[in-house]
């Protein structure tokens, strides 16, 4: 049964292609500075902007980053999103399986939705007292079972970028 006053949303996420995406909820105002510094502690050529929704007190959209522009675009897609705790890294030069440990590792992180450089909707419900992350859409589905020779493409391009031996 719905609760009165429930609804959904959707907002897709605004990025150029070459720029990676995390999401993530966490629950107080020093993740900004703690996640500015787990991503600068990744690499020295990691370009990020981050933006984080605050929940309480000020109510605002706190920001860091080392790029300016990516900084915006992640204050953009934080107001869009516009649930309480939520946080939205952008990442240039770098992955996010660079840097997702580090991420996760910040003591006030809670989870992750996704870390992507796909498309990405972010689902959202409102009440009366918010709006919250209910989950996210990343790319497209499925349209087959791999093959063998699939398999051996996957295999290659891993060791061809250095992810595997």
């Known amino acids: 049964m719905a609760a009165a006053g429930l609804s959904f949303d959707v907002v897709s996420i605004e990025k150029p292609d ?10 107080f105002i020093k993740t900004v500075e703690d996640l500015h510094e787990a991503l600068v502690g990744v690499s020295p050529h990691l370009r990020f902007g981050l933006a984080f929704c605050e929940a309480s007190g000020a109510c605002l ?14 204050v953009t897609n934080a107001q869009a999103i516009g649930a309480g705790h939520s946080f939205v890294i952008l990442l240039r030069e770098g992955y996010p399986v660079n840097v997702l440990n580090s ?5 006030e992180v809670c989870g992750i939705f996704c870390a992507t450089a796909n498309p990405v909707d972010v689902l959202l419900a409102a009440t009366e007292r918010g709006r ?3 989950g996210v859409i990343d790319g497209v589905p499925p349209v087959g079972v791999e093959t063998e020779a699939d398999a051996a493409d996957r295999h290659r391009l891993l060791r061809q970028i250095g992810y595997k031996l």
Do not use: E
């Open 103 to 107: 991420v996760k590792a910040v003591p």
């Open 18 to 27: 070459d720029v990676n995406v995390i999401i993530g909820q966490s629950h």
């Open 132 to 134: 919250g992350v209910v």
């Open 61 to 74: 959209v706190r920001r860091s980053g080392n790029d300016d522009a990516l900084v915006r675009l992640a």
